[in-house]
T-cell receptor
Framework: EPEVTQTPSHQVTQMGQEVILRCVPI?????FYWYRQILGQKVEFLVS????????KSEIFDDQFSVERPDGSNFTLKIRSTKLEDSAMYFC???????????FGQGTRLTVV | GQQVMQIPQYQHVQEGEDFTTYCNSS?????IQWYKQRPGGHPVFLIQ?????EVKKQKRLTFQFGEAKKNSSLHITATQTTDVGTYFC?????????????FGRGTQLTVWP
């Protein structure tokens, strides 16, 4: 069964450092998303991406965040200068159509120290 | 933005007992999806409900969408240890063009053997 893959599975970084979280969505999917989940809390939307541009972003997705789809397969989330409160599990998701199920990757656990 | 309230937050049952989680919104939902997240895992799509009053079944799981499309429930009959996890409802943001999802807080189900 096709799946969304994310790397790394766990990233530890020092406050103020830049991190790049990587995702390979399912190949025929057109819509891409990043969500995050702080430990024990609900899943929160960060950003959606379609046709090589950001479609929507939440209030969490400030200037420190950016997304890219550099090569037609990878979909990356960059946090320019990490803060302690960025520690969370980050999930990439993709869909082939807007009103269908979202396929989530296994997640990257980001720990900022 | 869209808010979905989900209760209870935790449910502990003995294997064989039934389980129900409820999701409520103050506004009419276009549709609602349900996801399951195993401990340490990622959200996995279970079902999507679209029509008013819709009822869908998957083996021991029964999903309902209220007549007013403001509430939904997931009922598991005769729970098994494999049902352990957190069950999330997720509502589509009506104003979103790319199907942004608002997740409820989830109900964490523990099943004792």
């Amino acid at each position: 069964e096709p799946e969304v893959t994310q790397t790394p599975s766990h990233q530890v970084t020092q406050m103020g450092q830049e991190v790049i979280l990587r995702c390979v969505p399912i190949s025929n999917h057109l819509y891409f998303y990043w969500y995050r989940q702080i430990l024990g809390q609900k899943v929160e939307f960060l950003v959606s991406f379609y046709n090589n541009e950001i479609s929507e972003k939440s209030e969490i997705f400030d200037d420190q965040f950016s997304v890219e789809r550099p090569d037609g397969s990878n979909f990356t989330l960059k946090i320019r200068s990490t803060k302690l409160e960025d520690s969370a599990m980050y999930f990439c998701a993709s869909r082939w159509a807007v009103n269908t199920e979202a396929f989530f990757g296994q997640g990257t656990r980001l720990t900022v120290v | 933005g869209q808010q979905v309230m989900q209760i209870p937050q935790y449910q502990h049952v003995q294997e064989g007992e039934d389980f129900t989680t409820y999701c409520n919104s103050s506004t009419t939902l276009s549709n609602i999806q349900w996801y399951k997240q195993r401990p340490g895992g990622h959200p996995v799509f279970l079902i999507q409900l679209v029509k008013s009053g819709e009822v869908k079944k998957q083996k021991r799981l029964t999903f309902q969408f209220g007549e007013a499309k403001k509430n939904s429930s997931l009922h598991i009959t005769a729970t098994q240890t494999t049902d352990v996890g957190t069950y999330f409802c997720a509502a589509f943001d009506r104003g979103s063009t790319l199907g942004r999802l608002y997740f409820g807080r989830g109900t964490q189900l523990t099943v004792w053997p």
